[in-house]
């Protein structure tokens, strides 16, 4: 399972957590993992070519984790357009990947 925990402050996204596999399938044939992969890792490249230092991002087998620096609205668009395709994501393949939200301190 895939567990996604977006942290928001006030309406902006400040943190994205990313942790698990998804096992739809095996290793080069999970098309939830690669989905998942190419959303978030498509997103943090698209971040960080605009806006250089404005996240912090760490990534290792089966974890990433973003955190926002210097927030504008041009970065919270992008973000929030990632958190829209992992939904979609959600939607189609909810036993794989769940997205947990949590808002000023509170789910």
């Given at each position: 399972?895939?567990?996604?925990?977006?942290?928001?402050?006030?309406?902006?996204?400040?943190?994205?957590?990313?942790?698990?596999?998804?096992?739809?399938?095996?290793?080069?044939?999970d098309i939830v993992c690669a989905g998942v992969s190419a959303i978030v890792y498509?997103?943090?490249?698209?971040?960080?070519?605009?806006?250089?230092?404005?996240?912090?991002?760490?990534?290792?087998?089966?974890?990433?984790?973003?955190?926002?620096?210097?927030?504008?609205?041009?970065?919270?668009?992008?973000?929030?357009?990632?958190?829209?395709?992992?939904?979609?994501?959600?939607?189609?393949?909810?036993?794989?990947?769940?997205?947990?939200?949590?808002?000023?301190?509170?789910?």
């Amino acid at each position: 399972m895939i567990s996604v925990n977006v942290t928001f402050i006030e309406h902006d996204i400040q943190s994205i957590l990313i942790e698990g596999h998804a096992n739809q399938n095996i290793h080069g044939k999970d098309i939830v993992c690669a989905g998942v992969s190419a959303i978030v890792y498509g997103s943090i490249n698209a971040i960080d070519s605009i806006k250089k230092d404005a996240i912090a991002f760490q990534i290792k087998e089966g974890y990433t984790n973003i955190q926002v620096l210097t927030s504008s609205k041009e970065i919270q668009i992008m973000l929030q357009m990632m958190l829209i395709q992992l939904q979609t994501m959600e939607e189609s393949y909810g036993q794989y990947i769940k997205i947990k939200q949590t808002h000023g301190g509170v789910s």
